[in-house]
T-cell receptor, first 114, second 113 residues
Framework: SQTIHQWPATLVQPVGSPLSLECTVE??????LYWYRQAAGRGLQLLFY??????ISSEVPQNLSASRPQDRQFILSSKKLLLSDSGFYLC?????????????FGQGTRLTVV | GESVGLHLPTLSVQEGDNSIINCAYSNSASDYFIWYKQESGKGPQFIID?????DKRQGQRVTVLLNKTVKHLSLQIAATQPGDSAVYFCAENKGPNNNDMRFGAGTRLTVKP
């Protein structure tokens, strides 16, 4: 069966520090991968998605970047965190032709920038 | 489009009543829609999906209705239970290859015992 791992679960980082969140998927190949951010009490904002190794689509210009060095690995990074980067970060994967399947989410990383 | 900057609308129902949660989507070319349930501190979980060639799909205690004319999606929950209390999101396939998935603003459902 397929599983998705996302870590860490919580993170407190000072302003200006770097960030690296990792997401890995097991039990499937060539998944579509996604990073979302959710502010407290609000909806999900799509940050990046990837349909293959090295292929990244960025949806919102901001202080973050994403990379997909391996088929089932998706990394969210920042060189210098801002206070506004605080939030709940969710990784998701989906398969199927042209994404016409449901997405499966990791348990999320709660990031607090102080 | 995405309404990530808005506070979530809320719906409060009595246990045992039926709930209807609505969602407006933005892209008339979207061809696949999903409803998710998110409990506090967790990632969203799949509830039910529907393709654009259908206007209704039923699951266990849930029904999704799709009205492509007005770009509207609804989730009906029968005999709502306290365990149904959560935030519910609709999502649509968007983008040139329908590979990106965008979420609506979400609705917080509270079930009163």
């Amino acid at each position: 069966s397929q599983t998705i791992h996302q870590w860490p679960a919580t993170l407190v980082q000072p302003v200006g520090s770097p960030l690296s969140l990792e997401c890995t998927v097991e039990g499937t190949s060539n998944p579509n991968l996604y990073w979302y951010r959710q502010a407290a009490g609000r909806g999900l904002q799509l940050l990046f998605y990837s349909v293959g190794i090295g292929q990244i689509s960025s949806e919102v210009p901001q202080n973050l970047s994403a990379s997909r060095p391996q088929d089932r690995q998706f990394i969210l990074s920042s060189k210098k965190l801002l206070l506004s980067d605080s939030g709940f970060y969710l990784c998701a994967w989906r398969g199927g032709y042209r994404g016409r399947t449901e997405a499966f989410f990791g348990q999320g990383t709660r990031l607090t920038v102080v | 489009g995405e309404s990530v900057g808005l506070h979530l609308p809320t719906l409060s129902v009595q246990e045992g009543d039926n709930s209807i949660i609505n969602c407006a989507y933005s892209n008339s070319a979207s061809d696949y829609f999903i409803w998710y349930k998110q409990e506090s501190g967790k990632g969203p979980q799949f509830i039910i999906d529907i393709r654009s060639n259908m206007d209704k799909r039923q699951g266990q205690r849930v029904t999704v209705l799709l009205n492509k004319t007005v770009k509207h999606l609804s989730l009906q929950i029968a005999a709502t239970q306290p365990g149904d209390s959560a935030v519910y999101f609709c999502a649509e396939n968007k983008g040139p290859n329908n590979n990106d998935m965008r979420f609506g603003a979400g609705t917080r459902l509270t079930v009163k015992p």
